[in-house]
Antibody, heavy 119, light 107 residues
Framework: QVTLKESGPALVKPTQTLTLTCTFS??????????VTWIRQPPGKALEWLAR???????FYSTSLKTRLTISKDTSKNQVVLTVTNIDPVDTATYYC???????????WGQGTLVTVSS | DIQMTQSPSTLSASVGDRVTITCRAS??????LAWYQQKPGKAPKLLIY???SLESGVPSRFSGSGSGTEFTLTISSLQPDDFATYYC?????????FGGGTKVEIK
C-alpha cells in the first residue's frame, strides 16, 4: 500500500527558507521508473507543479521557480526533501508530494500540508 | 513551457447529465495527458492517464479521449459524488503542467 505524507512548518516568515519533507512507504525510490514530485495549490486556485526527482537522481524544476527550488532524496529513509528559498506571501499554499508511477501519471498523493507565509 | 487551457472553468449540470470538459495544449503532447478529480480539502485523485486509460477503481462512466493538442473528459451520467473540480495535466515534457481546472456544480 503506497502512502506519502508531507511535513514541515505551518507558518514561515517572508525571506526565510521553507523546508518540506515527504516521507513515503509502499515503494522504493531506488526502483527503476519511480519518481516523486511536489505540487502546490494556493487557496482557491489551481494546481502548480514544482519539482520532480527520479530513481536515478535526475532532478527537474518548474521553469518559473527553478532558481528558488532544490529537491533531494534519502533513499534509505524513504524521504524526499524540497527547499524553497526567499519565501514570499504569494508562496502561501497547500504543498503536496506525490508519486509518478510506471505510467508516468501521478497515481498517489499525500494529504498535503498548508504553509502560510506571513510576518 | 507547454500551456494547458481547460474549458469551461465552471459547469452547472444535473444528476444524470452527460458532461464534457475540454483541455487544449499549446503544442502537441501526443497522448501524455492525465485527468484528476479534486474535492474541497482533499488531494486530487487520478481518473484517466495516457489520455484514455481508466485508472483502476475509477467508475466506467468516466472516459477520456484525444491526442495531440485537444483532449476531452466525459462523464456519461453525472452522479452526486461527481460534483468536484477536474484538472488536466500534461506529462509530455519534463516540466509538468496543469490546466486551470473545471468546477462541476449542481444546477
Amino acid at each position: 500500500q503506497v502512502t506519502l505524507k508531507e511535513s514541515g512548518p505551518a507558518l514561515v516568515k517572508p525571506t526565510q527558507t521553507l523546508t518540506l519533507t515527504c516521507t513515503f512507504s509502499g515503494f522504493s525510490l531506488s526502483t527503476s521508473g519511480m519518481r516523486v514530485t511536489w505540487i502546490r495549490q494556493p487557496p482557491g486556485k489551481a494546481l502548480e507543479w514544482l519539482a520532480r526527482i527520479d530513481w536515478d537522481d535526475d532532478k527537474f524544476y518548474s521553469t518559473s521557480l527553478k532558481t528558488r527550488l532544490t529537491i533531494s532524496k534519502d533513499t534509505s529513509k524513504n524521504q524526499v526533501v524540497l527547499t524553497v528559498t526567499n519565501i514570499d506571501p504569494v508562496d502561501t499554499a497547500t504543498y503536496y508530494c506525490a508519486r509518478m508511477g510506471e505510467n508516468w501519471a501521478i497515481d498517489y498523493w499525500g494529504q498535503g500540508t498548508l504553509v502560510t507565509v506571513s510576518s | 513551457d507547454i500551456q494547458m487551457t481547460q474549458s469551461p472553468s465552471t459547469l452547472s449540470a444535473s444528476v444524470g447529465d452527460r458532461v464534457t470538459i475540454t483541455c487544449r495544449a499549446s503544442q502537441s503532447i501526443s497522448v501524455w495527458l492525465a485527468w484528476y478529480q479534486q474535492k474541497p480539502g482533499k488531494a486530487p485523485k487520478l481518473l484517466i492517464y495516457k489520455a484514455s486509460s481508466l485508472e483502476s477503481g475509477v467508475p466506467s462512466r468516466f472516459s477520456g479521449s484525444g491526442s495531440g493538442t485537444e483532449f476531452t473528459l466525459t462523464i456519461s451520467s453525472l452522479q452526486p459524488d461527481d460534483f468536484a473540480t477536474y484538472y488536466c495535466q500534461q506529462y509530455n515534457s519534463y516540466s509538468l503542467t496543469f490546466g486551470g481546472g473545471t468546477k462541476v456544480e449542481i444546477k
